[in-house]
């Protein structure tokens, strides 16, 4: 593999990019060979620090009753007939992070390399490593990924310096008014897509009873307008709410400043928490895979009934918790893209901010 160019498939969104990141850097600084597969939507992302080439004709690897009766069709011949014989350029390899039929189909003369996914495996892969993608999934993302070079002893830092400096660098510097002027601040992110976000009333709960008496500044995704609603029935002091629109870098540069950020899993989030102590409330997503990343294990500090809260330290001494409900079937919801307000009800809001008001007693 050493000799061997190797082409990572990326090419979806900005938070799988920017949670990938660390690992690609850390491939760069031990001088592996490879470019990265990018979207037009995550370009951007991962062009400053590592080789890439933009595919424009992708598709998002959304599920649908479609595609999977499409891929179910196209895979069966290859239950009757051996592709093991079949000649493979090795001098460049494909490794697919996201499981992806239609650039497996794309790269089919090149090595491919995936994780378990049954009907992919069976037509595309040459080698595939003993962990699925992200449903069933028992690993973070990026101890996933590091199985591809368990022999390198890979060094992969939660927050490099490479995005550190990068971030420093290339943020707008009205942002350091905005630090200055703030002085003492956590963030609370409520951007997300509707159907994996808290609902209003949820959110007017939790900024309402945090007890801070620094500022709370509140942020969304401009494509989102939960900031706008929430400034009509907010009116507690300390809440500014940031209604200038600016990049994810020079937020991320802000977030670097702040005591604690508040969010849900999502693109937006994933990059906001890699800065500084982050509690992130996991809705449908697999919480093994999509938790901020740490070397050191997390720990199980709360737990009533199925509702969990765990903590982990990071190398860096950031601290990292993560919520969610112990309920293996609400994946499906993220399958199908459908917000389920019975699930979001669930959410234990109450339980949430008492262990946010004693994280920010401690900092």
């Given at each position: 593999m050493k000799k061997s160019l190797i082409l990572f498939n990326r090419v979806d969104r900005i938070g799988d990019a920017i949670v990938t990141l660390p690992f690609f850097l850390a491939l760069k600084n031990k001088g592996i060979r490879f470019k990265v597969l990018c979207s037009p939507y995550n370009k951007w992302v991962l062009e400053p620090f590592v080789e890439v080439e933009e595919i424009k004709d992708f598709e998002f690897s959304d599920y649908s009753f479609l595609k999977l009766i499409k891929n179910i069709?196209?895979?069966?011949?290859?239950?009757?007939?051996?592709?093991?014989?079949?000649?493979?350029?090795?001098n460049i390899i494909f490794i697919d992070l996201k499981g992806d039929f239609y650039l497996s189909e794309k790269f089919k003369n090149y090595y491919q390399i995936h994780f378990k996914s049954f009907l992919l495996n069976l037509k595309y892969s040459d080698y595939v490593f003993n962990d699925f993608y992200v449903f069933g999934s028992k690993m973070h993302l990026?101890?996933?990924?590091?199985?591809?070079?368990?022999?390198?002893?890979?060094?992969?830092?939660?927050?490099?310096?490479?995005?550190?400096?990068?971030?420093?660098?290339?943020?707008?510097?009205?942002?350091d008014s905005l630090i200055n002027s703030l002085k003492d601040f956590i963030i609370i992110f409520v951007g997300n897509k509707e159907f994996r976000n808290l609902n209003i009333e949820q959110w007017k709960y939790l900024i309402e009873n945090i007890n801070y008496e620094g500022n709370i500044l509140i942020i969304d995704d401009p494509s989102q307008n939960y900031?706008?609603?929430?400034?009509?029935?907010?009116?507690?002091?300390?809440?500014?709410?940031?209604?200038?629109?600016?990049?994810l870098w020079s937020l991320m540069y802000l977030a670097m400043h702040s005591k604690l950020v508040v969010g849900i899993d999502g693109g937006g989030f994933n990059f906001l928490q890699m800065p500084t102590n982050a509690f992130e409330i996991i809705l449908y997503t697999n919480e093994k895979v999509w938790r901020p990343f740490s070397r050191n294990k997390y720990q199980v500090i709360r737990k009533c009934k199925n509702h969990i809260i765990e903590k982990s330290i990071t190398s860096?001494?950031?601290?990292?918790?993560?919520?969610?409900?112990?309920?293996?079937?609400?994946v499906v919801y993220e399958v199908l893209q459908e917000k389920n307000k019975n699930f979001i009800n669930k959410i234990r809001i109450d339980l949430i901010v008492e262990e946010i008001n004693k994280i920010l007693s401690e900092l």
């Open positions: 069709m196209t895979s069966l011949p290859y239950f009757l007939i051996s592709t093991k014989n079949k000649k493979k350029d090795k990026l101890e996933k990924y590091s199985m591809i070079f368990d022999n390198l002893d890979l060094d992969i830092e939660e927050f490099p310096n490479e995005l550190k400096e990068h971030i420093i660098n290339n943020h707008n510097k009205e942002i900031l706008k609603r929430l400034k009509s029935i907010i009116k507690k002091e300390n809440v500014i709410f940031l209604e200038k629109i600016y990049d860096q001494n950031l601290k990292k918790y993560i919520y969610y409900i112990d309920w293996e079937y609400k």
